[in-house]
Protein backbone atom coordinates (compact mmCIF):
# COMPACT_ATOMS: atom_id res chain seq x y z
CA UNK A 1 0.00 0.00 0.00
CA UNK A 2 1.03 3.61 -0.40
CA UNK A 3 2.36 5.10 2.10
CA UNK A 4 0.68 8.60 2.25
CA UNK A 5 4.34 10.40 1.57
CA UNK A 6 4.32 8.21 -1.17
CA UNK A 7 1.03 9.00 -2.75
CA UNK A 8 2.02 12.78 -2.45
CA UNK A 9 4.92 12.14 -4.07
CA UNK A 10 3.05 10.52 -7.19
CA UNK A 11 -0.03 13.25 -7.24
CA UNK A 12 2.53 15.90 -7.27
CA UNK A 13 4.99 14.48 -10.34
CA UNK A 14 1.95 13.11 -12.23
CA UNK A 15 -0.30 16.63 -11.94
CA UNK A 16 0.82 17.91 -14.70
CA UNK A 17 -0.23 14.93 -16.89
CA UNK A 18 -4.18 14.86 -17.82
CA UNK A 19 -4.33 11.41 -17.80
CA UNK A 20 -1.98 10.07 -15.22
CA UNK A 21 -1.44 6.80 -17.01
CA UNK A 22 1.01 8.73 -19.04
CA UNK A 23 3.16 9.06 -16.06
CA UNK A 24 3.45 5.41 -15.81
CA UNK A 25 7.14 5.65 -15.98
CA UNK A 26 7.39 8.34 -13.75
CA UNK A 27 5.27 6.64 -10.67
CA UNK A 28 7.42 3.71 -11.43
CA UNK A 29 11.20 5.41 -10.97
CA UNK A 30 9.60 7.87 -8.27
CA UNK A 31 8.80 4.42 -6.25
CA UNK A 32 11.50 2.86 -7.09
CA UNK A 33 13.72 5.97 -5.89
CA UNK A 34 12.08 5.74 -2.55
CA UNK A 35 12.15 1.58 -2.19
CA UNK A 36 15.04 0.41 -4.35
CA UNK A 37 13.25 -1.53 -6.80
CA UNK A 38 9.89 -2.42 -8.32
CA UNK A 39 8.24 -5.99 -6.29
CA UNK A 40 5.15 -7.17 -7.07
CA UNK A 41 3.59 -4.76 -4.46
CA UNK A 42 4.89 -2.12 -5.76
CA UNK A 43 3.21 -2.58 -9.18
CA UNK A 44 -0.32 -3.21 -7.60
CA UNK A 45 0.34 -0.41 -5.55
CA UNK A 46 1.09 1.71 -8.78
CA UNK A 47 -1.57 -0.12 -10.81
CA UNK A 48 -4.59 0.56 -8.22
CA UNK A 49 -3.02 4.39 -8.09
CA UNK A 50 -3.11 5.15 -11.76
CA UNK A 51 -6.44 3.04 -12.09
CA UNK A 52 -4.89 0.18 -14.89
CA UNK A 53 -3.97 -3.47 -15.02
CA UNK A 54 -1.02 -4.82 -13.04
CA UNK A 55 -0.27 -6.24 -16.87
CA UNK A 56 -0.23 -2.84 -18.42
CA UNK A 57 1.89 -1.42 -15.63
CA UNK A 58 4.98 -4.68 -15.72
CA UNK A 59 4.72 -4.42 -19.37
CA UNK A 60 6.05 -0.46 -19.31
CA UNK A 61 8.27 -1.69 -16.51
CA UNK A 62 9.41 -4.59 -18.08
CA UNK A 63 9.96 -2.92 -21.47
CA UNK A 64 11.80 -0.16 -19.33
CA UNK A 65 15.11 -1.35 -18.76
CA UNK A 66 15.89 1.71 -15.86
CA UNK A 67 12.81 0.19 -13.69
CA UNK A 68 14.24 -2.85 -11.77
CA UNK A 69 11.84 -5.90 -11.08
CA UNK A 70 14.25 -7.66 -9.54
CA UNK A 71 16.57 -6.29 -6.39
CA UNK A 72 19.59 -4.31 -7.04
CA UNK A 73 22.11 -2.91 -4.83
CA UNK A 74 22.93 0.00 -4.19
CA UNK A 75 24.51 1.36 -7.39
CA UNK A 76 23.04 0.03 -10.50
CA UNK A 77 26.20 0.16 -13.05
CA UNK A 78 25.11 0.05 -16.80
CA UNK A 79 27.41 -1.58 -19.13
CA UNK A 80 27.08 -0.82 -22.59
CA UNK A 81 27.87 -3.52 -24.77
CA UNK A 82 26.72 -2.57 -28.25
CA UNK A 83 28.55 -2.53 -31.10
CA UNK A 84 30.87 0.66 -31.02
CA UNK A 85 31.58 -0.35 -27.27
CA UNK A 86 32.33 -3.68 -27.63
CA UNK A 87 34.55 -2.76 -30.72
CA UNK A 88 36.83 -0.45 -28.38
CA UNK A 89 37.37 -3.02 -25.40
CA UNK A 90 34.06 -3.13 -22.81
CA UNK A 91 34.33 -6.74 -22.54
CA UNK A 92 38.14 -6.07 -21.30
CA UNK A 93 36.18 -3.21 -18.92
CA UNK A 94 34.11 -6.02 -17.99
CA UNK A 95 36.56 -8.59 -17.14
CA UNK A 96 38.51 -6.50 -14.62
CA UNK A 97 35.31 -5.32 -12.90
CA UNK A 98 34.55 -9.31 -12.33
CA UNK A 99 38.32 -9.42 -11.02
CA UNK A 100 37.84 -6.88 -8.64
CA UNK A 101 34.47 -6.67 -7.66
CA UNK A 102 32.98 -10.55 -8.57
CA UNK A 103 30.20 -10.02 -10.30
CA UNK A 104 29.76 -10.03 -13.68
CA UNK A 105 26.62 -8.61 -15.64
CA UNK A 106 23.20 -9.66 -14.04
CA UNK A 107 25.00 -9.79 -10.63
CA UNK A 108 25.42 -8.27 -7.16
CA UNK A 109 28.51 -7.69 -5.33
CA UNK A 110 28.27 -10.15 -2.45
CA UNK A 111 28.07 -6.71 -0.11
CA UNK A 112 24.82 -4.88 -1.82
CA UNK A 113 27.06 -2.65 -3.59
CA UNK A 114 26.89 -2.90 -6.76
CA UNK A 115 24.97 -4.56 -9.64
CA UNK A 116 25.66 -4.79 -13.28
CA UNK A 117 23.55 -4.80 -15.69
CA UNK A 118 23.73 -4.60 -19.74
CA UNK A 119 22.18 -1.73 -21.78
CA UNK A 120 22.53 -1.03 -25.47
CA UNK A 121 24.09 1.67 -26.55
CA UNK A 122 24.21 4.95 -24.22
CA UNK A 123 24.21 7.58 -26.73
CA UNK A 124 27.85 8.09 -25.81
CA UNK A 125 29.69 5.94 -29.08
CA UNK A 126 31.97 8.67 -29.74
CA UNK A 127 33.53 8.04 -26.09
CA UNK A 128 33.56 4.40 -26.30
CA UNK A 129 33.06 2.39 -24.37
CA UNK A 130 30.48 3.78 -21.88
CA UNK A 131 29.15 3.04 -18.93
CA UNK A 132 26.75 4.52 -16.54
CA UNK A 133 26.34 4.84 -12.71
CA UNK A 134 23.44 5.84 -10.77
CA UNK A 135 22.42 7.94 -13.75
CA UNK A 136 26.04 9.10 -14.72
CA UNK A 137 27.40 8.33 -17.96
CA UNK A 138 31.54 8.24 -18.32
CA UNK A 139 33.27 7.71 -21.55
CA UNK A 140 36.32 6.35 -22.66
CA UNK A 141 36.58 3.95 -19.59
CA UNK A 142 39.71 1.59 -19.60
CA UNK A 143 40.06 -1.51 -17.17
CA UNK A 144 42.32 0.61 -14.92
CA UNK A 145 39.74 4.12 -15.04
CA UNK A 146 36.46 1.52 -14.11
CA UNK A 147 38.17 0.82 -10.54
CA UNK A 148 38.62 4.47 -10.23
CA UNK A 149 34.86 5.60 -10.87
CA UNK A 150 33.20 2.84 -9.28
CA UNK A 151 35.08 3.61 -6.06
CA UNK A 152 33.47 7.00 -5.85
CA UNK A 153 30.52 4.82 -5.52
CA UNK A 154 30.38 2.99 -1.75
S1 LIG B 1 27.68 1.64 -28.49
FE1 LIG B 1 28.16 2.06 -26.42
S2 LIG B 1 27.53 4.10 -26.17
FE2 LIG B 1 26.92 3.64 -28.21
Known sequence: ????????????????YPDKRAGTIDALLL???????????????????????CEDVDSVATFY?????????RHVLFMCDSISCWIMGCE?????????????????TSDGRLTMLP????????????????GDVYGNVTPDKVEEIVEKYR
Open 119 to 134: IACLGHCERAPAIMID
Open 31 to 53: LQRRRGWISDDSLVDIAQFLDMT
Open 92 to 108: RVRERLHDHYGVDVGQT
Open 1 to 16: MLSDTERDELEEALKH
Open 65 to 73: NLVFRRPVG
